[in-house]
């Protein structure tokens, strides 16, 4: 470790505190030592990782997984290192992809008994599992450190931190074994961490409890106990997104059923007769658009050419549907007509420099946009629809779940074999530009002119949640899994806009759970009830102590929609948290998921993409260094 070495700088050093060591706190701490690696005067630094999960991984991506759980990018797709297209003010420190990282220790990972048969098979292409990427993240981690030059030393505490008091321009930071840190500099990046019970989860809870049901309120894939499930027996799980497919594999695989490839290339699903019977549904009824399986390369337009932080006029705040969507939605569509007439001009009429022009300068939603857009692409269905994009089914009805079922698995079907032939590698340059929109906004966001409410409706409720159905879905292997979990008759979908509730019959007392769509008229009722999702972020009711406290003193504050959305910490443009009377504190920081506003750089970084995470890593990193040195 550095601080085995002689420094090679004298004087009271700085003290940075990093709240959490997973992915997030491990990309800020290599940016702060890749900026102090050119320092040309240095002064000595002491950084403290608190963390009681291993530094790297941290809880959520922690390697004790079951190794049927995949992430839901390729292991070419997956980075921690900047690169050459990185627009960073720190130095750029060139590193290995996971594909690369595993194919250079391949001998050496395949020693490991959890994923020494995964190991052999994974490829640029292949979706790993989370305990090996816990190793590529832990790998990091003691990369970076090993970097740090002579002047910083770098400590490791496998503790919690439970308050942080201010102390002049210091700060004490309060471990959990008594162990009090004074740091000139705080960054707090937990993660995800969990929420107490929310309201609604309580009362589910309680008449479970009086009835004698089982509900399993929202959670991480990583603390799922999915033996409380009972076998055979109609179970309702709400949600489709990425938690519901971990469900599906911990339901299914893990219970000794096993999948099967014919030799026409069909999956199916052969039961072990132990496996529930899951009746799933949501707002939309079917789950994340697949993962796109094929290289995107060439499919990735010129941006941002619509959406950019320069483009929004004035400089006051903005309204997200007025002013952010409609140029949003220009970037969007521009993208898929730039690859339509790029890759497959037989589906276009006329030249792109033509259509291009004329695009350029009409005002999205326009009568005469569309009419350009009817000329030179003649197919409805290469036209791109935002709105059917985002709710695929909405306004269909059904005449009940028979019906529900060969709709939703011709959905599935269609979806996964779109996201797998490059003739839609329009699809492709649509994700490319979602990526870049989400840029644009973290930039408008820091430079605040987003207002708090719409941080919280319209950025962390709406476009995070169009961003994750269209560009963060699960491998394509996992939905044909679903649809041959649904063929052997153990999946069975409720059709769009579920909603699960609870009734007692009158007669007899009984409680049970009961499921409802809006597309069709059949209920279906069980004694299990599963919250297939991530917990509602709130910093009022964290499951982080450190959080509450911080709240309870007004040294935090909460951004939140409604009474039943996300409730997440409030910071300023460059990442310090704001108090209750608006002040930012001068030295103390926070960064990740539960930041309002952050979602935007939550993902793991794509190579060669400028990835927002290294960027705003990078400018975090600078400032809490300036901050650090009093």
Do not use: C
Request: aromatic letters at 8%.
């Amino acid at each position: 470790m550095p601080g085995d070495r002689p420094r090679t700088s004298v004087g009271t050093p700085a003290v940075i505190v990093i709240v959490g060591g997973g992915p997030r706190g491990t990309g800020v701490l290599e940016r702060i030592l890749a900026h102090e690696s050119v320092n040309t005067d240095p002064a000595p630094i002491d950084i403290h990782v608190v963390d009681p999960y291993p530094a790297g991984a941290g809880r959520i991506w922690r390697g004790s997984q079951a190794p049927l759980l995949w992430m839901n990018s390729t292991t070419a797709d997956v980075t921690m290192f900047t690169d050459d297209t990185t627009a960073v003010t720190g130095p750029v420190v060139p590193g290995p992809t996971l594909a690369e990282w595993v194919a250079e220790n391949a001998a050496e990972l395949a020693e490991l008994p959890e994923i020494a048969a995964e190991v052999p098979t994974v490829t640029p292409s292949s979706f790993a599992s989370r305990s090996l990427q816990s190793r590529y993240l832990n790998w990091v981690f003691e990369t970076a450190v090993d970097s740090a030059p002579a002047h910083v030393d770098v400590q490791v505490h496998r503790r919690s931190v439970v308050d942080i008091v201010n102390v002049g321009k210091m700060q004490k930071v309060h471990l959990d074994d008594g162990v009090v840190i004074d740091a000139t500099a705080v960054l707090l990046a937990q993660g995800h961490p969990d929420a107490l019970a929310a309201p609604r989860e309580t009362a589910l809870s309680s008449f479970a409890s009086d009835h004698g049901l089982t509900y399993v309120g929202p959670g991480y894939t990583a603390d799922i106990d999915a033996d409380v499930i009972p076998e055979r027996e109609p179970v309702l799980i709400a949600g489709l997104g990425l938690a519901f497919i971990d469900w599906m594999v911990l339901l299914a695989e893990s219970r000794g059923g096993s999948f099967e490839r014919g030799e026409d290339g069909v999956l199916t699903y052969a039961p072990s007769g132990r496996e529930p019977l899951l009746y799933a549904g949501s707002r939309r009824g079917v789950p994340y658009h697949s993962k796109i399986s094929y290289s995107i390369a060439d499919a990735r337009p010129p941006l941002p050419r619509f959406f950019t932080a320069d483009l929004v006029p004035g400089d006051g705040p903005l309204d997200f549907r007025n002013d952010i969507w409609p140029l949003a939605s220009k970037e969007l569509a521009g993208a898929h007509y730039h690859e339509l007439f790029a890759s497959h001009p037989d589906r276009t009429v006329g030249t792109w420099e033509e259509f291009d022009a004329e695009f350029a300068s009409l005002a999205w939603g326009s009568p005469r946009l569309q009419e350009l857009v009817e000329n030179a692409v003649p197919k409805p269905e290469d036209r791109i629809d935002l709105e059917r994009l985002n709710r695929p089914l909405g306004g269909e009805r059904y005449d009940g779940l028979a019906d529900v079922q060969l709709r939703i698995t011709d959905y599935i079907s269609a979806d996964v074999a779109r996201r797998s032939d490059p003739y839609f590698s329009a699809d492709a340059a649509v994700f490319s530009a979602l990526l870049s929109t989400y840029m644009t906004v973290g930039e408008l966001l820091r430079r605040g002119r987003i207002p708090a409410e719409s941080v919280a409706k319209d950025v962390e409720g709406w476009l995070h949640s169009f961003f994750s159905f269209i560009a963060s879905g699960p491998p394509p292997e996992r939905l044909e899994q679903l649809t041959a979990l649904n063929e052997a008759g153990i999946v069975q979908f409720l059709g769009p806009d579920s909603v699960f509730s609870t009734e007692i019959d009158p007669a007899t007392g009984v409680g049970i759970f009961v499921a409802r769509s809006a597309s069709h008229t059949d209920i279906v009722a069980a004694n299990t009830l599963v919250e297939a999702r991530l917990p509602v972020a709130s910093i009022s009711a964290s499951g982080d102590a450190l959080l509450r406290t911080l709240h309870g003193r007004g040294e935090a504050v909460e951004l939140r929609a409604t009474a039943d959305s996300s409730a997440k910490l409030a910071v300023d443009g460059t990442s310090r948290i704001l108090h209750q009377d608006n002040s930012a504190h001068p030295r103390r920081f926070a960064a990740g998921p539960w930041v309002a506003g952050h979602n935007w750089s939550a993902a793991f970084p794509r190579p060669r993409t400028n990835a927002g995470f290294f960027r705003h890593n990078d400018a975090l990193a600078a400032e809490i260094l300036g901050a650090a040195r009093l």
